[in-house]
């Protein structure tokens, strides 16, 4: 082995293990901030913060259906009570009063602070005459039940003036002493994880306790016939996970087994089978290494697209084995080698354009798809040939090369049909040039529209809070960012009295600003003033005055403890609420969340913006409609992806008109990729798919791969024939090619499913318009 090719081997082998090295150390996220831009809005901080980190998601909604109510009723009252004890789930609720045993404790200690009833007011005579009469009257309720050991150090009832503010609005209706849905076929319960909801793993733990905490349930019970039924935010992404990497095990296993055979059949070889991973690894590798070097996170979505992008690396291999096993290793480096770089030139400028995106997203895809197709095409260039020596070796299938040489000589005469599909394909996407892409993100979801419709239904039978809606607050420091929320609650409990909304959360009712729990603490008298007050008020009253003196003892020690801290709520699901609604961001500054619920009889379950807006002007508080916002991002997301794509084609035309120095060969090839990716869009859209962003990608790779079919077939040399070895090689690359992203065509999964039938048919269209269109007509 020559000493050039002995310091390229240990140069890759030095680089591959360095690779390797930062891709250990690499931090990977799954997060939406993906899709947001380089400077973020408020709203859309607040959009990404609420989906990672908010109440809502973290979410479970269960329905237990079948039997009948009692029989509902106790498996539900079973299942609360194995999940209340497991710490994977700080609230499991199902209307059941020793649902709030948990909290009662925390709650009792700190009423004075939290409740929102104290003030003056309460604790003169006619105001403590009138809260212990109340309460004494609530006592038979399931709450009352749950307090009346603790009457005498709570008369005036303030831990359940602090449990009707912690879910205001609607609630759900009560069979059978447990929570039902309005038509009374399902139990319910409501759940809240301990882990967050971009959590995916921690997630899939809490729901795999949850079926199985059902099943012992039905077990203890002693029921049969009932079932579960279970959505919210991380039952769909868990599911989501589950459901990708099943179909992509699936189809990744019968695509890879589909093209083994064919690359065994045309090698003869299993050694060039196993070197040709080699390119594609280092490809993926160079890619993930690039992106956490330049951004130091590299997303998920980032390695699942640009997987797919640099799936081009597959034909380098299969070029060089193939050209260079018919004419040598010197004669492909010589040939065929400034031709595929060309090619692999063309795509890193196409992909390059997204670098210059003000979205992080768009830029790590530039930048893993070009690193990666460059890495790939310098070890086919100078790591293969080392490794496969001067003796490599590949049978020429002359059979079907030379039926396939037969079809290329008469693809010319198509030319004219061509045209017409050029104008036909023009006119149908200018015609419907409005409606070709899907600028709704529900697109790459895999939730279906009936597990859309259960969701909305069980939130609804829950009075649940919805994650479409918030409003949101910030400030320099925690103390004014719940001063800020407590200001904009003031004017949110005025909707809610209005019924334009049905209620809303926020931390300031779990942790109230220290200058409110200063007012509210204010407002208890001393000793002997309540004393005597007491005494004056419950004259003739159900409960004497006299046996009040834990409760006096109580509201001098709270006065004299002073305010709450976040401290005091630790190991609480009060503090979980506190810290997924109150938001310590990187730039300093505290936010606080206020999810809103919908008012009962809203059609659609919407919350009119223009009536949050005029409510909440000059409080300095934001109204964001998240689903709105997240289509308005994504959709702005688009269009800079469109345009740097264009940006992108325009730069490989200036590229191709340098090499190729003729107007009319450039004008053929730009034409058949053109054509490709034209002629794919057409048949998408007429078949009823709206393009989105995985569309978008796939034509991207058309063109790719499109543009080394092209070149390949460009013969500046008055129509000389193509040599029987490149034919060969293009021919099995566009077959594997086929085979790969076509498999994924038959996914039921969204996001599969658009780069399989985008990529599939777009590299036959490829290769059948540059053989019309580039391939000179042959020589009489």
Sequence with gaps: MKWPAVRALGIWLALMLAGVAVVWHSRFTADMSFFLPSHPSPQQRALVSQLQDGTVSRLLMVGISGGDEKQRAKVSHQLRQQLAADPDFVSVQNGEAGGLEAERDRLLAHRYSLSPAVSPDRFSEDGLRSAVTDTIDLLSSPAGVLLKPHLLNDPTGEVLAILGQLNPGAQPQLRGGVWSSRDGSRAMLLLQTRALGADTDGQAVAIGKLRSAFDEALRLSGQSGLTMELSGPGQFAVQARETIKSEAQRLSLISSVSIWLLLLWVYRSFRLLGLGLIPVLSGTLAGIVMVSLVHGTVFGVTVGFGSALIGEAVDYAIYFFVQAGHQGVDQWRRVFWPTIRLGVMTTVIGFGALLFSGFPGLAQLGLYALSGVLAAALVTRFVLPTLTGSTLKVPVHGAWVRLWMRLLGAAHRLRWVTLVLAVVASAYLWLNRDGLWDSNLSALSSVTPAEAAA??????????????????????????????????????????????????????????????????????????????????????????????EPFIADAVAARAAGPMTRADLDGSALALAVDSLLIHGQDGRWTAMLPLRPAPQAPDAAIPAERLAQALAGSGALFVDLKTEFETLYSTYMTEATRLALVGVLAIAVLLGVALRSVKRLGRVMAALALAVGVVMVLLHASGVKLHLLHLVGLLLIVAVGSNYALFLDHPDDGAPIDPGTLQSMGVAVLTTAIGFGTLASSSVPVLKAVGITVGP?????LLFAAVLVYPKPRP
């Design 762 to 766: 777009g590299a036959l269209l490829a």
């Design 455 to 548: 969701d909305s239904r069980m939130r609804a039978d829950l009075a649940a809070p919805d994650a479409r809606y918030l409003v949101s607050v910030s400030a320099d420091d925690q103390e004014r960012a719940l001063q800020a929320a407590e200001a904009a609650g003031a004017r949110l409990d005025a909707l809610v009295e209005e019924g334009v909304i049905g209620g809303y959360d926020s931390p300031a009712r779990f942790l109230p600003s220290q200058a409110l729990q200063r007012q509210r603490l204010a407002s208890l008298p001393d000793a002997q003033v309540l004393r005597e007050r007491l005494q004056k008020a419950l004259v003739d009253a159900p409960l004497s005055a006299s046996r009040l």
